[in-house]
């Protein structure tokens, strides 16, 4: 996965010369609540795989006392280039990233009002915790580095993308506890009550030529807004 090789590229490139053990203990702490463990087997096949790409090399292996043997890597003009390469390609990029939640919600009637009132808490409920964590967090760190003081060192621009990711479940949390208060007031209704009834009506509008006409337009529009047709790739 790009992620992963762009992140221990990265990572070697900023502490190396370094050994593999130090990368993934570092990117131990990167992570937040809610966000998938990068693994110690993809974390050092990447770095054999790097290391076989020319993009990283070995600098020395070495074994202390009984434990197993560490190698060190660093970075090389090869991986320097590409680091440089991808960095800028992801961070140019506005990538609709999938979101499982919102592909599950388009089938949110087949679930009871209850349910769906019940599970929008709930998710509004864990988002609120991870928000609490973060904060507190950021509250007990600084971008400051203070000799002595390591592990309370979060460089600003890091800090920067935590607030960013607070700002974004706080968005996503409102909205599940808005939504579920809609459904309270029956001011939303959605159930299985009116699946079966709206389907029938989908059905009928899909087999009818209006309802090609505005597909084709809404993807004319997409296009548009997303420069397909500039960049000649429809996706």
């Known amino acids: 996965m790009w992620s992963t090789r762009l992140l221990v590229l990265g990572l070697v490139r900023w502490l190396g010369p370094v050994h593999g053990y130090l990368v993934r203990r570092e990117l131990d702490t990167w992570r937040m609540p809610g966000k998938a463990e990068i693994g110690a087997g993809s974390i050092y096949h990447a770095l054999k795989k790097l290391t076989a790409d020319g993009q990283l090399e070995v600098v020395a292996t070495e074994s202390v006392d009984a434990r197993?043997?560490?190698?060190?890597?660093?970075?090389?003009?090869?991986?320097?280039?590409?680091?440089q390469r991808t960095l800028r390609e992801k961070l140019w990029d506005v990538a609709g990233g999938e979101d499982p939640f919102s592909t599950a919600w388009s089938f949110a009637?087949?679930?009871?009002?209850?349910?769906?009132?019940?599970?929008?808490?709930?998710?509004?409920?864990?988002?609120?915790?991870?928000?609490?964590?973060?904060?507190?967090?950021?509250?007990?760190?600084?971008?400051?580095?203070?000799?002595?003081?390591?592990?309370?060192f979060v460089p600003a621009h890091a800090r920067a993308m935590m607030k960013r990711q607070i700002d974004l479940w706080i968005t996503d949390a409102e909205w599940c506890e808005e939504t579920a208060a809609r459904m309270e007031t029956g001011d939303l209704v959605i159930g299985p009550e009116l699946d079966a009834e709206h389907a029938a009506y989908w059905r009928e509008a899909i087999k009818g030529d209006r309802f090609l006409d505005n597909a084709r337009d809404r993807q004319a529009l997409i296009d548009e807004l997303t420069g397909a047709d500039r960049n000649g790739d429809d996706g």
Do not use: M
Not at 74 to 82: K, L, M, N, Y
């Open 68 to 83: 197993p043997a560490r190698t060190t890597y660093q970075i090389t003009a090869r991986g320097e280039a590409e680091f």
């Open 109 to 152: 009637q087949v679930l009871t009002p209850a349910e769906n009132i019940a599970l929008l808490h709930q998710r509004a409920e864990v988002l609120f915790s991870r928000i609490e964590q973060v904060t507190a967090l950021l509250a007990a760190t600084t971008p400051d580095f203070v000799p002595g003081d390591e592990g309370a």
